[in-house]
């Protein structure tokens, strides 16, 4: 069994440009979670959605930042016109319901 | 308002001490879940606790559910260096919404 898989694990963006951060849950799993991770920080809830609906967004900026989970394929964390305060890694978790969640490796995204 | 929080926030201690990490609510959960992330890597599932007082042991971790299942702690024995991390404890959200809920962290040194 696969487990919960994040790509790419470093990803370099110029302030302006966009990141797409990719996560592919567990077999099975139709949960997942977005979370990001400031050095030295714990993690902050971004959003949590199952197949095809964002069940909550609470704490996603409400400007620049998206995500969905497609019916079929990854889950996608969008990022648009990245500022350098963007810079974080981002953990991807799932579940198969609201319990024992899984976390993928993350994605450290560096605005330069 | 945090509904899980964990205490201490920062801890660092020498080899060989033993330690405990709480994570206390004023709300009841169905479960909890302990998490340790080390540096770079993802939070890993460590272990989850359902019934009120139960006791799970991994190694040297014994972990402990509330009688009322609104706190849990983590006692770890005789404390290695491969103990350093960010101890993280998570529930399913008491109203039932399927998402996780996290605390903010244990954060642990354990110096050689």
């Known amino acids: 069994n696969a487990g919960v898989m994040q790509n790419p694990r470093h990803l370099v963006r110029r302030r302006g440009q966009e990141a797409r951060l990719r996560c592919s849950p567990m077999k099975g799993h139709s949960h997942v979670y977005w979370y990001r991770q400031l050095p030295e920080e714990g993690l902050k809830f971004m959003v949590y959605?199952?197949?095809?609906?964002?069940?909550?967004e609470s704490g996603m900026p409400k400007e620049r930042f998206s995500a969905e989970f497609p019916k079929e394929g990854p889950s996608i964390l969008r990022i648009q016109q990245v500022v350098r305060g963007d810079s974080a890694a981002y953990f991807c978790?799932?579940?198969?319901?609201?319990?024992?969640?899984?976390f993928g490796q993350g994605t450290r995204l560096t605005v330069v | 308002t945090q509904l899980l929080e964990q205490s201490p926030q920062f801890l660092s201690i020498q080899e060989g001490e033993n330690l405990t990490v709480y994570c206390n609510s004023s709300?009841?959960?169905?479960?909890l879940q302990w998490y340790r992330q080390e540096p770079g890597e993802g939070p890993v599932l460590l272990v989850t606790v359902v019934t009120g007082g139960e006791v799970k042991k991994l190694k040297r971790l014994t972990f402990q559910f509330g009688d009322a299942r609104k706190d849990s702690s983590l006692h770890i024995t005789a404390a290695q260096p491969g103990d350093t991390g960010l101890y993280l404890c998570a529930g399913p959200q008491p109203s039932n919404t399927g998402k996780l809920i996290f605390g903010q962290g244990t954060t642990l040194q354990v110096k050689p």
């Open positions: 959605l199952q197949k095809e609906n964002i069940i909550d």
């Open positions: 978790a799932s579940s198969m319901t609201d319990t024992e969640a899984f």
């Open positions: 709300s009841v959960f169905s479960s």
